[in-house]
């Protein structure tokens, strides 16, 4: 493996004279996320594409139910009055 100075001064070097910092940045941070990944796959750390779909559909199901909820409680809070104490708390003028 590349020792991790010499790999930052190549990304450096590869870059054009008027690459800005984030560019540079955006770049080392790919980079990375590359080697990380060929390291996963070195190690047997990998997954099939089957259980990644299965995954995402799972995660997607959460942000449903979670915007489903999100939206009740929104509707709930919009549809009730506020009592005085509320008011108060909030900063309401009691009229």
Not at 6 to 19: F, G, L, N, R, V
Not at 30 to 53: A, K, Q, T
Request: proline share 1%; with cysteine.
């Amino acid at each position: 493996m590349v020792m991790a100075k010499q790999k930052m001064k190549e990304i450096i070097e590869a870059q054009p004279d008027d690459a800005s910092y984030e560019e540079i940045i955006r770049e080392f941070a790919f980079e990375r996320m590359v080697e990380r990944g060929l390291d996963d796959v070195r190690n047997d750390r990998i997954i099939s594409d089957e259980e990644m779909r299965r995954r995402i559909r799972t995660w997607q199901g959460y942000d449903e139910q979670l915007r489903r909820k999100l939206h009740k409680c929104n509707f709930r809070f919009q549809k009730r009055q506020l009592n005085s104490d509320e008011k108060r708390r909030w900063g309401y003028e009691e009229q």
